[in-house]
Structures are given as structure tokens and as C-alpha cells.
T-cell receptor, first 116, second 112 residues
């Protein structure tokens, strides 16, 4: 069965500093990988996704992530964090369902706090 | 604008009562999903549906039921058999296999 581990429950960074959120996955085949962001009391918004090809993917809001098959990782990065980036971030691994759609398994999330 | 609408945003019910959470989408997405979110546990899949009149159990389906009579609608009923129903419930939809999910804004259910 597929699984996702986000080892950091909470991370605090200063505004303007760089950010890296860790994500490790377990999946037998080539994974489909996603990062989502959630503001308090809201739904999840897709930041970026990886399916194949270039292992460095760019997303919205200046985020990027790098897929490393040898390490089973898909870490999220941002060169300079803004106060508005404070939120909870979820990594997810998915596989295609027979008949259409895909099933995502989510990590437990990393809560990002940004200090001004 | 296209999107997913979940209603109500907050819901309070007495223990032992069934309650139905609404999820409507106008994105023309084929697949729809229900997730439950608890602090520190991430999102867990309750049910999903790939086409009208068909749905599958997810990882934590016990105590829940769904229907998919229309492509646009995927209501979730939390029954009295659900031992710990207080949680944040998220509905999502997807089209194809490579675009990820679009999420609704969630319903927070509190059972007292």
C-alpha cells in the first residue's frame, strides 16, 4: 500500500528565509506526487504536481519541488518565504484508478509558521 | 466560476442523529471523493465515486454512507454508527488522471 511521511509536524522560519518541507513516499510503481496547501478552516489548494519528466517541478506562489527516486522523496522548497505562506502543507501520492480518477494518500501535514 | 460547494460550513448535531453533508460541483468532473480530516492525522479517504450510480469504500467507510445519483452531487451521510463523527470533512473532485483534486472549502461537523 502506498504511504506518505512528512517528518516535520511544525516548522518555523523567518520571513525572507528559505524553506524546505520534507516528504517521503512509499509506492511500488512510478508515483504521481502532489503538494497541497491549506489555510485554517479552508479546503486544500494544489501547489504543484509531478507525473513524469523533469524531476524539478515549478508550482504556484514561487514554490518548487524535486522528485528524487533514489531517496523516495519529493521535498517542497521556496527561496524566500513570505508571511502569507504560513499555512499547513500536505504531500500526497496517487495512483490511477481503473475506470478513471486517481486515489490520493496524504501525509499528516507540516504546519508552517513565519516569523516577521 | 466553476468549483465545488460544500454546505453547510458548520454543522452541529446531537449524538445518535444521522446528518447529511452536501457536496456539489459544476466542473463536469467524473470522479468525486470524501475525506475526513482530524488534527495530526492528515486526510483519510471515506468514499469515492468514479461515475454516476457507482461508489467505492475508502479507508474509513464504517459509519458513513454516500449516493451518486447525479454527476454534480455526492452527498455524505454520517450515521449514528460512526463512533467519533466530530471532524472536518472535505469533498473533492477530479477529471482524468493527471490533474490532482479540486477541493471544496469543507464542513466542520460537531456532535454534542
Amino acid at each position: 500500500a502506498q504511504s506518505v511521511t512528512q517528518p516535520d509536524i511544525h516548522i518555523t522560519v523567518s520571513e525572507g528565509a528559505s524553506l524546505e518541507l520534507r516528504c517521503n513516499y512509499s509506492y511500488g510503481a512510478t508515483p504521481y506526487l502532489f503538494w497541497y496547501v491549506q489555510s485554517p478552516g479552508q479546503g486544500l489548494q494544489l501547489l504543484l504536481k509531478y507525473f513524469s519528466g523533469d524531476t524539478l517541478v515549478q508550482g504556484i506562489k514561487g514554490f518548487e519541488a524535486e522528485f528524487k527516486r533514489s531517496q523516495s522523496s519529493f521535498n517542497l522548497r521556496k527561496p524566500s518565504v513570505h508571511w502569507s505562506d504560513a499555512a499547513e502543507y500536505f504531500c500526497a501520492v496517487g495512483y490511477i484508478l481503473t475506470g478513471g480518477g486517481n486515489k490520493l494518500t496524504f501525509g499528516t501535514g507540516t504546519q508552517l509558521k513565519v516569523e516577521l | 466560476d466553476g468549483g465545488i460547494t460544500q454546505s453547510p460550513k458548520y454543522l452541529f448535531r446531537k449524538e445518535g442523529q444521522n446528518v447529511t453533508l452536501s457536496c456539489e460541483q459544476n466542473l463536469n468532473h467524473d470522479a468525486m471523493y470524501w475525506y475526513r480530516q482530524d488534527p495530526g492525522q492528515g486526510l483519510r479517504l471515506i468514499y469515492y465515486s468514479q461515475i454516476v450510480n457507482d461508489f467505492q469504500k475508502g479507508d474509513i467507510a464504517e459509519g458513513y454512507s454516500v449516493s451518486r445519483e447525479k454527476k454534480e452531487s455526492f452527498p455524505l451521510t454520517v450515521t449514528s454508527a460512526q463512533k467519533n463523527p466530530t471532524a472536518f470533512y472535505l469533498c473533492a473532485s477530479s477529471i482524468g488522471t493527471t490533474r490532482g483534486y479540486t477541493f471544496g472549502s469543507g464542513t466542520r461537523l460537531t456532535v454534542v
